[in-house]
């Protein structure tokens, strides 16, 4: 069972009223999990109390299944049995983080979603909040991720990538917010809708519109067990966020090149004086070799500038889905 079709164009059947809110709306929670046995029954349960006291309803939980191979499956199954606010979405392999946020998106069926991380690193407890802000008129709510608990290098690493890649993109991306935020049932439309196969969700939250607040939420520590984050994981994450939000690395292989040409239109007329006025020749096979290597060097980087977006266009163009599902329990047991 494959994904919807992403290119459709957004549903047009749900219109936000303008202006607050008197009903409270149905919220929809959507948690990808991947490999999170140890934090499943504690993370259930604060959702549950946390759902239990929230107006309006009925609320869902949709958990998002990315092929775990620890009992996680089996104990969303359970946990499915035991309470019907709860879909269970297993995919046929793992596919990522994003892909899972993805497949947990095309499954909510709430007047808003509140997407988040299973590892209890983004607090339930701050969904309220959100949801407050919801019905003062605003589509997206997202957290703005307040002493982080990471290590020192990891909290750095971070702080320094969300202001580069503010700072690149046109768009005005919120520095220090992940993808633990509320959005609207528009904007999840319109999240469906968008084509792209490397998903950069936060980005794409920006690209959206519609009124948008953050609100200050104090990041937890992982709850139990270990980040399923490698450093490789987190560098493609970044490069999905900046190949797909910013051409400034195209853009400075032409500001680079133009430099290059400028100072060596000017060493050539430095020679030409040497050599006609001064009747000097100048020396310099080591400055020659350094140029040649930087130059080299150069090139070789942003011919794999240049790979990494011919790439994506490769990947796009082949539209294949982000995601494959393997069965969705909830369909299972209740029916389609």
């Known amino acids: 069972m494959s994904t919807p079709d992403r290119r459709r164009p957004a549903p047009l059947g749900w219109t936000r009223p303008s202006g607050p809110l008197s009903e409270a709306p149905r919220v929809s929670v959507a948690i990808p999990l991947y490999n999170e046995a140890d934090v499943l029954p504690n993370l259930i349960s604060?959702?549950?109390?946390?759902?239990d006291d929230l107006p309006g309803g009925p609320h869902e939980m949709v958990f998002v299944d990315d092929r775990s191979?620890?009992?996680?499956?089996?104990?969303?199954?359970?946990?499915?049995?035991?309470?019907?606010?709860?879909?269970v979405v297993s995919l046929s392999r793992n596919f990522g983080h994003q892909a899972a946020l993805s497949a947990?998106?095309?499954?909510?069926?709430?007047?808003?979603?509140?997407?988040?991380?299973?590892?209890?690193?983004?607090?339930p407890e701050?969904?309220?909040?959100?949801?407050?802000?919801?019905?003062?008129?605003?589509?997206?709510?997202?957290?703005?991720?307040?002493?982080?608990?990471?290590?020192?290098?990891?909290?750095?690493s971070y702080f320094v990538f969300y202001r580069l890649l503010a700072r690149m993109s046109a768009l005005p991306l919120p520095v220090d917010a992940g993808d633990f935020s509320l959005i609207s049932r528009r904007v999840v439309d319109v999240l469906r809708a968008a084509p792209?196969?490397?998903?950069?969700?936060?980005?794409?939250?920006t690209w959206a519109g519609y009124r948008q607040i953050g609100i200050d939420v104090e990041r937890s520590a992982r709850a139990a067990g270990e980040s399923k984050y490698s450093l490789p994981k987190l560098l493609r994450l970044a490069f999905d966020g900046l190949f797909s939000f910013t051409i400034v690395p195209l853009r400075a292989a032409g500001v680079i090149?133009?430099?290059?040409?400028?100072?060596?239109?000017?060493?050539?007329?430095?020679?030409?004086?040497?050599?006609?006025?001064?009747?000097?020749?100048?020396?310099?096979?080591?400055?020659?070799?350094?140029?040649?290597?930087?130059?080299?060097?150069?090139?070789?980087?942003f011919l794999g500038v240049i790979g990494?977006?011919?790439?994506?266009?490769?990947?796009?163009?082949?539209?294949?889905?982000?995601?494959?599902?393997?069965?969705?329990?909830?369909?299972?047991?209740?029916?389609p």
């Open 308 to 335: 990494e977006y011919v790439g994506r266009i490769y990947e796009e163009v082949k539209s294949r889905p982000v995601y494959i599902v393997d069965r969705v329990i909830r369909e299972e047991r209740r029916g």
């Open 69 to 87: 191979s620890d009992g996680t499956l089996q104990a969303l199954e359970r946990a499915a049995a035991e309470d019907p606010r709860i879909t």
């Open 104 to 123: 947990s998106l095309d499954h909510v069926t709430g007047d808003v979603t509140v997407l988040m991380d299973g590892d209890l690193q983004d607090p």
């Open 257 to 301: 090149g133009a430099g290059v040409v400028v100072l060596s239109g000017a060493y050539a007329m430095y020679v030409l004086y040497a050599r006609l006025v001064l009747s000097q020749v100048p020396e310099g096979f080591t400055t020659l070799i350094l140029a040649i290597t930087f130059l080299s060097g150069v090139i070789l980087f």
């Open 196 to 205: 792209e196969r490397h998903r950069y969700l936060r980005g794409l939250r």
């Open 46 to 51: 604060r959702l549950r109390a946390v759902l």
């Open 126 to 156: 701050a969904i309220p909040s959100f949801v407050e802000r919801y019905r003062e008129g605003y589509d997206v709510v997202y957290a703005r991720r307040l002493r982080r608990k990471e290590s020192v290098w990891l909290r750095l």
